[in-house]
């Protein structure tokens, strides 16, 4: 969605787990404000994540751009309003409604537009999800998931929307990539919620509203409004509990590692800066395609 120009390199860290993080306030023109999470403040945990922004979008505010060597993966929540149009230069014209998911997977290089419709307001995430080298050529590919689709965990405690992947004895869409879960949780106050997180995998945890602790052995953390949590794959079976202190809305991505260096410019995320300038060349040259009217 929002390009970035400088160029970002990436190493794979060890590090098993970092404090919560709060996003970084970003306004563009009237219809757009975000917190944004890069994965350069989380050491290296937010992996397969690029980058996450939590945003509200009530009027175009990017224009059509292109994306490479990753996927674009938007979750809207539930309390959007009105209709989310998306195109892509595969030729999919989508209004997405709310709850909805849409997954591009750039891979070689894709062309995107997404925009609310006059009178919408859109609340959602906007993901960024590197792809491996094997993969970050390959021909595009979108998935659109609706919001009637998704399967529920429901208890007296909370009532989880499974957005993509496996939890709790449930199956739901799964990624055009690499295994990914993707959870939005409403979780009652003095309620609790837990996912059994696949082995090796890693954890990425905001809270959109209200407050949770996540209980990760004998520590305790208390991840606020406005937070993100990582933690990085573990060799050993992982069980993730939360806990919310008041009427909590969470988001829990869950998913495998690519543990590779890569280079990131704006809305392409590449093995290398040679590999970028030839994303680059293809898009100024029209390669990628183009939007149908």
Known sequence: MRQRYAAEIAAPKVTVEH???????????????????????FSGLMDPLVMVDHYFMSEPTFGAHAHAGMSAVTVLFEDSVGLFNNRDSMGNDIDLEPGDLYWLK??????????????????????????????????????????????????????????LGRSNGLVGSSSP????????????????????????????????????????GERLITIHSGE???????????????????????????????????????????????EIEQVEAAYRSGRLGGLSD
Do not use: C, Y
Request: glycine residues 8%.
């Open 106 to 163: 750039a891979g070689s290089g894709a062309l995107h537009d997404e925009k609310p419709t006059p009178g919408s307001r859109t609340h959602g995430l906007q993901m960024f999800v590197n792809l491996p080298a094997r993969l970050k050529h390959d021909a595009p590919e979108a998935l659109h998931v609706k919001a009637v689709d998704m399967p529920q965990i429901v208890s007296s405690d909370a009532k989880v929307r499974l957005v």
């Open 177 to 216: 990539a690499l295994p990914l879960t993707i959870l939005d949780a409403m979780i009652n106050a003095g309620g609790e919620f837990e996912h059994e997180v696949a082995l090796g995998h890693s954890q990425w945890i905001h809270v959109v509203k209200g407050s949770v602790e996540k209980l990760d």
């Open 19 to 41: 404090e919560p993080i709060t996003g970084e306030r970003l306004s563009i023109g009237q219809g757009f404000r975000a917190l944004s999470f890069k994965h350069a403040r």
């Open 228 to 274: 993100a949590f990582s933690v990085g794959g573990k060799p050993e079976p992982v069980t993730l509990v939360l806990r919310a202190s008041s009427e909590s809305q969470v988001v829990v991505v869950t998913g495998e590692p690519i543990k590779e260096a890569f280079v990131q410019r704006g809305p392409f995320v590449m093995t290398t800066e040679d």
